[in-house]
């Protein structure tokens, strides 16, 4: 061997004894990583395998195919994941129930005669969508039925049904969203008797707000109720945002001072107000959503939105509710809780109705995903389809 090729093949069996040496090593990784790691395990002292992971790991029997078919033909229901809106069609069950019946008779076809508009008229009575209401959306009905032939067919009678309730609600607003400042934070204000759901929506507010990348506070402006500004405080721990509170019986003027201070300070996108829905007298709670808003409005353009929380539940009484606070405070929107549990859900035609003021949010249960937009004609196409 010449002496220049000897450096050569010393690196040459060098470098196959490194090999060698490496070999088993990586023969074991790819079996660890084959067994899930069970090789790779630290080998401890003989502890039994729980009986699900006993099982031999891999099957060695063919599955036969009919059993593959069968699970095949399994069908899967996919729960939702969590931070999925939930759909209005599927949690107004109760209220959709009081148009089934309405259905099924207009569906025995024929022409549209007395007995029908009876049955629409029931139909929407039982909805809780109110004698005045109920009134004028038959006749508009009637005026539909009247322009498509005076003989239209029953089972027209959806149709007619869902363009009025569409376009009833759409004449009241077409932009439902909640508004934002142009600069500086953003105020929206909570008002609405007790336990309507106010505190709840507040949070189910904040966390769209939070998920579309907006920075936002919530003012515990409810000192009145005992461990109000906990819940509160208990809800914006879970989402990750600001909270300004005061004692407990002290002046919510001064929460909300704080809150607009802290918001310019820490340039906030949105403040969310929740507010006391019981007071001594129904005077002072009044009065006392004016002094609020004045205070909000010492930042010019800040207060977008006074919006006013009604339990679809209560029905025709949540219109009583309505008056006594639109009297005192303008309400630029309504947000109709618990539209989930109830069949009285057609008080929403009745509250724009009368307020022309938009429903722009509903709650649709008690999680904080439980908020949607309420959209006329997804509304509308629910109750009759
Ligand atoms: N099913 C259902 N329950 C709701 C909804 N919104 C709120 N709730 C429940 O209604 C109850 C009252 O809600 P709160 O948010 O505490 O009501 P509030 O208006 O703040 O009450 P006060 O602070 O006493 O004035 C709670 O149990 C909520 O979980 C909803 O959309 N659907
Ligand atoms: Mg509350």
């Known amino acids: 061997m010449s002496e220049s090729l000897a450096p050569i093949v010393l690196i040459g069996i ?3 004894a ?114 005045t209401t109920t009134q004028s959306v038959v006749d508009g009905v009637k005026a539909r039925a009247a322009a498509a032939g005076a003989d239209a067919d029953a089972d027209a009678l959806p149709d007619l049904l869902r363009a009025e309730i569409t376009e009833r609600l759409e004449a009241t607003a077409t932009d439902r969203s909640l508004h934002h400042a142009a600069e500086g934070p953003t105020v929206w204000l909570m008002v609405g008797v007790n336990g309507v759901g106010k505190t709840t929506t507040t949070a189910k507010i904040a966390k769209r707000e939070i998920a579309d990348g907006n920075k936002v506070l919530l003012a515990a402006a409810d000192t009145f109720r005992a461990a109000a500004a906990d819940q509160l405080a208990k809800w914006a721990d879970r989402l990750g945002c600001a909270l300004v509170r005061g004692q407990d019986g002290g002046d919510p003027g001064a ?107 509903v709650g649709l249960g008690e999680g904080a995903d439980d908020l949607v937009p309420f959209d006329p004609a997804e509304f509308a196409a629910a109750l009759v389809e």
Request: charged letters at 25%; glycine letters at 8%; aromatic letters at 4%.
């Open 14 to 16: 060098f470098v196959l």
């Open 255 to 361: 929460v909300v001072f704080d809150a607009m201070d802290a918001a310019t300070a820490r340039r906030t996108d949105v403040v969310i107000v929740d507010t006391a829905g019981r007071l001594h007298t129904k005077v002072n709670l009044m009065r006392e959503l004016e002094k609020l808003k004045r205070i909000v409005e010492r930042t010019p353009g800040a207060l977008q939105e006074v919006l006013l929380v009604l339990d679809a539940s209560t029905g025709q009484n949540g219109l009583t509710q309505a008056r006594e606070f639109a009297g005192a405070v303008d309400i630029t929107g309504v947000v109709l809780t618990k539209l989930d549990g109830t069949a009285k859900g057609g008080v929403v035609l009745a509250i724009e109705d009368e307020f022309q003021v938009p429903v722009k949010l």
């Open 18 to 131: 490194a090999f060698l040496l490496v070999l088993p090593r990586i023969v074991r990784s790819r079996e660890a990583s084959r067994d899930g790691g069970a090789t790779a395990a630290p080998s401890r002292p003989s502890t039994p395998p729980p009986l699900a992971e006993a099982a031999p790991a891999a099957a060695t029997t063919e599955v036969p195919p009919e059993l593959v078919e069968e699970i095949e033909s399994i069908e899967v229901v996919e729960e939702a994941p969590p931070d999925e809106p939930p759909r209005l069609r599927d949690r107004i069950g109760k209220t959709r129930a009081s148009f089934a019946g309405l259905l099924g008779v207009l569906r025995r076809g024929g022409k549209i005669d007395a007995a029908a508009w009876d049955e629409l008229e029931e139909a929407l009575l039982l909805a809780d969508v109110g004698m």
